[in-house]
């Protein structure tokens, strides 16, 4: 028995082998894979899938261990895409991840061959490149499934799944519709992982967090410091895991 066929030898027991050739086979794209991103990441690829492009620009810091998958203090300063790729790769050798250390926005889009995947994973913060990333993934034949605001949240029992214009509860989802009325709606619907809960931030900041997390208050007010929101590991796993279901269950319907 090879190495790829026992790995995968419990899923294939509840899929079959025909969806399990059919998983490995797909193609994803994931932007973003900070707290929930990376163990969207991860699930994929213990789920089966092999084709596999994981996009982030940002190192690993401290701040990051909390929450994400790849962050150690082992890997502080390291690019996230290279640790995770490592991680991922130790779990199937034979999986093909691509790394794009880069930031997605209007001018890199292109560069990105989003009509070539036939998942989308959304799971950036920065308001002005989510709105452009769902326009443009909306308008490719593939699946967009996107993350809404994983902040300030502790219950994992309010995380749900609903269509983009029926998310209630989310800052960040009404901010993206409040822009989205003004501006090109997306082509197609498409679902979001997201909370209403919203609690409050009880600490004291101690150090500036120049992390995408703040990227939405900046955008609306950059002459305000930007602003620090508490993360549980538990809430940004469950977004990250729902999302990585989402594509799985998308795959085994079809």
């Known amino acids: 028995m090879d190495i790829e066929k026992g790995i995968f030898k419990r899923t294939e027991l509840l899929l079959g082998s025909d969806l399990m ?25 213990r789920s089966g899938i092999k084709h596999l492009t994981i996009v982030d620009a940002d190192r690993v810091c401290e701040t990051n261990i909390n929450r994400q998958l790849m962050a150690t203090t082992k890997t502080v300063g390291q690019v996230k895409v290279d640790v995770l790729k490592s991680r991922l790769l130790d779990i199937n050798p034979d999986a093909e991840i691509t790394t794009l250390a880069q930031v997605y926005s209007e001018e890199s889009s292109a560069s990105f061959h989003l009509g070539t995947y ?11 490149h989510k709105i452009h990333l769902i326009q ?28 983009f214009w029926k998310v209630q509860g989310c800052r960040l989802a009404s901010a993206l519709r409040q822009r989205m009325k003004k501006e090109n709606k997306p082509a197609k619907k498409f679902l979001c992982v997201y909370s209403d809960e919203l609690l409050e931030n009880k600490g004291l900041v101690y150090e500036q967090d120049e992390s995408k997390s703040s990227a939405l208050l900046r955008e609306k007010n950059p002459s305000k410091k930007a602003q620090v929101n508490g993360t549980m590991s538990h809430i940004t796993a469950i977004f990250g895991l729902n999302l990585a279901g989402l594509v799985i269950q998308d795959i085994c319907k079809e």
Do not use: H
Request: proline share 2%; hydrophobic share 45%; glycine share 10%.
């Open 21 to 45: 050739n059919k998983i490995s086979s797909t193609r994803v794209i994931i932007f973003g894979v900070g707290g929930v991103g990376s163990w969207c990441a991860e699930s994929l690829v």
């Open 118 to 128: 036939d998942y989308i994973i959304d799971a950036i913060d920065s308001l002005k």
């Open 136 to 163: 443009a993934a909306t308008k490719t034949q593939g699946t967009l499934f996107s993350s809404m605001g994983a902040a300030l949240k502790m219950d994992p029992s309010r995380i749900k799944v609903a269509e």
